[in-house]
């Protein structure tokens, strides 16, 4: 008889999870409480896997042997999981099921933010260095689909011409701490935490030590030939290190240079320190700038380094690296005002990168709150935010903390309004900044959806200026 798998959840991670489980030969269910994507059902349906949308039919998922859930369903609100752990039916995320069935290294990023560029960094160093490495988990690709392709092409892996075939296949996975929840035995091959700073409060009962034990997951089950790389910079980080004792290589970065095996930098260039040898990368010419990407090169640097790629390589990656939309990207100049897209921008630490890389800003923010604690940007918007427009269904705690820093402090639900008063606030030179702080699903359907929104407008808005009255 064949031992039952039950999926909660059909989104990339679940039909990933439940391809990879019927290949292996479960039993396999797929269960979600609300409407699976076409795309998504084209594929359980191709497989020809049993699924049910719009409900969770208890008698046949709480028979299930293990159940592999969505890192969105929070766990404490989720009556079907709270049966199954009464029934003490073992619960796991697609990562860790995944993870079972690939002996490829692994290399893993987490963080609260900068996660999906430093993913992104390492796979496009690796690749341009010529490793077989595939990109995989919280940066939309499944890994469990990815673990099932290599298993069709087993025999053709590690044969292509490039250097670096004989090494085998590395994923590069960005992991959630939702992600991270539900990994137990899984183990990172070089683990990377770029950074730890308060966020996703809600779910960890607005304690950050529950927080910061989720993101040190990612180094559990490490040993002596494991990497782990962080950013030392973050005092979370640095606090909860006292208390870890790591049989891992430790390399440490920073913006402050120290003597220590690990890296430094500023936005010109970047030291590397690795067993006792000097190399000096050049960011003169890298497409990214600010701080925050100062860390997200090291980061990537010392990770792909350790692995033998050429400082050479990576100053070529990053004259050619294409970033991910919605951090930084620039959406358009109308009368001389530019306007900035920062929707990923969900931390308070993320907008405070970006806020400090303009001088005069009319700044978009707002959606669900965190927990955040806007204090901590009291100092950056001083004399350089000239107006605040919150989007958001509830912005008083917004409004209340600014209203005394920010000369101008408006709100509005609509964000065809954000770049009317954009334009109505700002004067040539300035920049229309959406960085929101805070989630954004009060008024969108995820930071990609409020971010490509911002996009139309301001594109919008630019036909409208240019046409003749």
Excluded at 295 to 307: I, S
Excluded at 454 to 463: D, G, N
């Amino acid at each position: 008889m064949k031992t039952k798998i039950v999926i909660l959840g059909a989104g990339e991670s679940g039909t990933g999870a439940a391809l990879l489980a019927k290949h292996l030969d479960f039993d396999v269910f797929v269960s979600d409480m609300g409407t699976i994507a076409d795309k998504y059902k084209a594929k359980l349906l191709g497989a020809q896997i049993e699924f049910e949308e719009g409900k969770h039919t208890e008698e046949r998922i709480l028979c299930g042997k293990e159940i592999i859930k969505s890192p969105g369903i929070d766990p404490k609100k989720s009556e079907i999981i709270q049966k199954a752990k009464k029934l003490k039916i073992k619960i796991v995320g697609e990562i860790e099921f995944a993870g079972r069935y690939t002996n490829a290294k692994k290399i893993c990023i987490t963080g609260t933010d900068g996660k999906t560029t430093t993913t992104m960094l390492v796979h496009h160093f690796l690749k341009k260095a010529g490793f077989d490495v595939k990109l995989a988990g919280n940066i939309g690709n499944s890994f469990a689909e990815q673990v099932l392709l290599e298993m069709q092409n087993l025999p053709e892996i590690g044969i292509t011409k490039v250097p670096f075939a004989g090494l085998g296949t590395f994923y590069v996975l960005e992991l959630s701490s939702f992600m991270l929840d539900d990994m137990y035995e899984f183990k990172a091959d070089i683990a990377i935490i770029t950074n730890i700073t308060k966020d996703h409060l809600d779910r960890y009962d607005y304690k950050i030590d529950k927080y910061v034990d989720s993101k040190f997951r990612i180094i559990q089950n490490m040993d002596e030939n494991g990497t782990f790389i962080y950013g030392i910079d973050s005092e979370l980080i640095e606090d909860r290190l006292i208390d870890i004792d790591t049989p891992t290589t430790e390399l440490p970065f920073s913006l402050y240079p120290d003597e220590f095996d690990g890296a430094c930098g500023d936005e010109q260039s970047v030291t590397i320190q690795l067993d006792g040898k000097e190399t000096e990368i050049d960011l003169s010419n890298s497409v990214l700038k600010g701080d925050h990407n100062v860390y997200n090169t090291m980061a990537a640097a010392l990770a792909t380094m350790r692995l033998g790629v050429k400082k050479e390589t990576i100053e070529e990656a990053l004259t050619d690296f294409v970033p991910a939309p919605h951090r930084m990207q620039n959406a358009g100049s109308i009368n001389g005002i530019q306007f900035i897209n920062d929707s990923k921008a969900t931390t308070i630490n993320a907008a405070k990168y970006a806020l400090n890389t303009y001088k005069s800003i009319v700044w978009i923010a707002g959606g669900v709150d965190k927990g955040n604690d806007y204090s901590q940007l009291f100092e950056v918007v001083r004399g350089r935010v000239k107006a605040l427009i919150c989007l958001g269904t509830d912005n008083e705690k917004l409004k209340n903390s600014f209203k005394s820093k920010i000369p101008v402090v408006l709100e509005t639900q609509s964000i065809e309004d954000c770049i009317r008063l954009g334009l109505e606030l700002g004067s040539p030179h300035d920049t229309v900044l959406l960085s929101p702080c805070c989630a954004s699903f009060d008024l969108f359907k995820n930071y990609e959806d409020r971010g490509n929104q911002f996009l139309k407008a301001v594109e919008l808005a630019s036909k409208q200026c240019a046409s003749p009255t």
